[in-house]
């Protein structure tokens, strides 16, 4: 079923949006498919022997994977992601250009619609967004929508272009991009800006730098240099548990950070070489970083994968690591700009890397209005799960519109 319907922009729009069908040619489709059969798996060896991803995928999960993607519907694929309206638009930007953003919106006809941007983060895509676009699409129509959705393709990833190449894309650029996307899009009276991960990093810079960014909702945050936090109560045994996994996370876990941050043109080459390598280096993050009682299927996770090889992804999409390696290689994190006046939501997932207990929470932010603790979900929240992450966006929305921040 084809949702058209919520595609009709509204006329207050400073630019239009083009209309764009995502179209997989076959000769994509005849090199994907050619190089997985050409590809080989890596040799056994005792750590890809194991099963508990301590040593990352193993060479079982790597083969059955690999014998899926070879019988993966590419137009079914591409069908899917045209059942919701598609869009590009023009963004000029003063260091790079015209950088065309890619995005899925859902328009309400509602004159109080109010105007959500979700940003997705890495290895994300907008894809992690079709679950909940499709909960909304069943909930509401175009007539009865509270929202105006916008769902981009961050810069740099999927179908959203990087710039020119005689500047580097930066962390303070992106979020400068995701705002004016906004604007043309007509929201100048004001919109709220979610995001996980790289997303919650434009969303909280929006925040604190753009006015008509009048609350924003996070489901990533962990605590800065600079918090004060001498005075706060303990955390929870709850909150100490997962801080912990945190911790083993930094030790263990954040090697592809350093990488990615120091030496983007080296792994950009390697990973991009084969999709092989795309799905070990990217798949292992859609497996380790979820709920384990609530995995990702084989075929949601080959369907991320597809769209960072078509898209040529992966080398574009290094960027945020060159301002977060080397803070962490000083053994500090990445201090990240956010209002602490304007309504702030944070929704904490059990399997997320990191967390924010919510004693801290409200010390270091005395604008946040909403902390949801949720019982199950990790970092790709929105993907898996859709019901829980939506309706805490939106109860955090209706308690903005409550307080006549939109009217």
């Not at 895509?125 to 961050?154: A, G, K, N």
């Not at 919650?200 to 996070?218: D, I, P, T, V, W």
């Amino acid at each position: 079923m084809s949702h058209t319907g919520f595609g009709v922009v509204p006329a207050f729009a400073i630019k239009r949006p083009e209309v764009f069908n995502f179209q997989i040619s076959n000769l994509q489709i005849e090199i994907l498919t050619t190089l997985l059969r050409l590809c080989p798996i890596a040799p056994e060896t005792w750590y890809n022997r194991q099963e508990d991803l301590e040593f990352g995928l193993s060479r079982r999960w790597m083969i059955e994977a690999r014998d899926e993607w070879l019988e993966f519907n590419f137009h079914q694929f591409e069908n899917d992601i045209n059942l919701f309206p598609n869009f590009r638009i023009p963004i000029e930007d003063p260091d790079h250009g015209t950088v065309s953003i890619h995005f899925v919106g859902l328009f309400s006809k509602k004159h109080d619609a109010v105007p959500i941007i979700f940003m997705h983060g890495w290895p994300g895509s907008f894809l992690e967004f079709r679950p909940m676009l499709r909960l909304l699409t069943q909930r509401f129509t175009p007539e009865t929508l509270p929202y105006h959705i916008i769902v981009p393709s961050i810069p740099g990833y999927g179908l959203s272009s990087s710039g020119n190449l005689e500047n580097e894309l930066t962390l303070d650029q992106a979020p400068r991009l995701m705002h004016q996307l906004m604007m043309e899009l007509g929201f100048g009276t004001g919109y709220v800006a979610q995001g996980g991960d790289v997303g919650s990093n434009l969303a909280g810079q929006m925040s604190a730098r753009f006015e008509e960014c009048k609350a924003y909702h996070l489901n990533f945050l962990g605590p800065e240099p600079g918090d004060d936090l001498s005075t706060v109560q303990s955390p929870t045994s709850e909150e100490r548990e997962q801080m912990e996994r945190g911790k083993n996370f930094a030790f263990s876990g954040s090697a592809y950070v350093f990488e990615h941050g120091f030496r983007p043109a080296t792994i950009g080459h390697c990973i991009a070489s084969s999709p092989i390598a795309l799905l070990a280096w990217i798949g292992e993050k859609y497996v380790h970083w979820t709920d384990p009682l609530h995995r990702l299927s084989i075929q949601t996770i080959l369907e991320l994968t597809t769209l960072y090889w078509l898209t040529e992804t992966f080398p574009r999409s290094l960027y945020p690591y060159r301002h977060l390696a080397p803070v962490l290689a000083s053994g500090d994190s990445l201090s990240i700009s956010k209002s602490t006046i304007k309504p702030f939501g944070y929704a904490a997932y059990p399997f997320e890397c990191v967390l924010m207990p919510k004693a801290w929470a409200h010390q270091v932010y005395p604008n946040l209005i909403q902390y949801s603790r949720q019982d199950k979900g990790g970092h790709f929240a929105a993907l898996e799960q859709p019901e829980i992450f939506l309706d805490d966006v939106l109860r955090f929305v209706e308690l903005v519109r409550s307080r006549g921040i939109f009217v």
